[in-house]
């Protein structure tokens, strides 16, 4: 069960849509790196996504072949993409896919794809 996010901002939007770009292992500064923030904005967020259930995350399991501390995964469980989704209807209309160049990913709205079969007056 996902809890009502009680502060949205723009910065909270774009880890939304990293979180549902096409990359399926997403760590923090990937996130970030993603979302064009800081990665210093992008935890708390991603700390509040959990705390709310939208979000599940795991610490990477093995060993690395690179130096470095281990990674934390995160990835939208369904109930937070279902979540996500809306909001980002809600806020902005569209989810924008977070890749090399922004693309509109599903969303419609079926009175538009309607009147776009039907042919516009």
């Known amino acids: ?17 990293a979180l549902m770009g096409p990359d399926e292992e997403l760590y923090g500064l990937k996130i970030a790196q993603n979302a064009k923030r800081k990665a210093g904005s992008v935890y708390p967020i991603l700390a509040r996504l959990e705390e ?11 060993e690395r072949d690179e130096r470095g501390p281990r990674r934390r995964f995160y990835r939208l469980n ?11 209807t809600e806020r902005r209309g569209a ?17 538009t794809e309607l ?6 007056p």
Do not use: F, I, Y
């Open 115 to 120: 009147t776009l079969l039907r042919g516009a």
């Open 1 to 17: 069960m996902v809890v009502a996010l009680s502060r949205v901002t723009s910065a909270t939007l774009d880890v939304l849509e």
């Open 52 to 62: 709310a259930g939208w979000v599940e995350s795991a610490w990477e399991s093995g």
């Open 95 to 111: 989810v924008r896919q977070r890749t090399g160049k922004a693309v509109l990913r599903h969303l419609p709205n079926p009175a």
């Open 78 to 88: 369904p109930d937070g993409l279902a979540a996500a989704r809306a909001l980002l």
